[in-house]
């Protein structure tokens, strides 16, 4: 991860009045495939997935990885559309809170 930009904003500058503060962060997530694909390993660690046979397990992990790469290319495409979208704010996130620990 490559932080790009980091400020602490001044909602009265906006017109809003709250006591709230927003951190304003852009980054740039260097290896969106190795990413995608720990979430992928740490979501199926925590699931049903993680109790099936080994070869059922394989053959998951199989399928798996098509997705995985079509997520990668679809949020390097910048394709919008609610997967990836929701996918991409999962990823930010992860990698946030990884970076903070």
Do not use: C, P
Not at 63 to 91: H, M, P
């Amino acid at each position: 991860m490559q932080i790009k930009r980091q400020e602490i904003l001044d909602l009265k500058t906006l017109g809003i009045d709250s006591s709230s503060v927003v951190h304003l962060l852009h980054i740039k997530i260097l290896d969106v495939h190795q990413k995608a694909q720990e979430i992928i390993t740490m979501l199926t660690d925590k699931t049903w997935i993680s109790k099936l046979d080994a070869v059922s397990q394989l053959s998951y992990q199989s399928r798996a990885q098509k997705t995985i790469e079509k997520l990668v290319n679809n949020i390097l495409s910048k394709v919008e559309d609610s997967v990836t979208e929701e996918f991409g704010e999962y990823l930010y996130s992860d990698i946030i809170i990884a970076s903070l620990m």
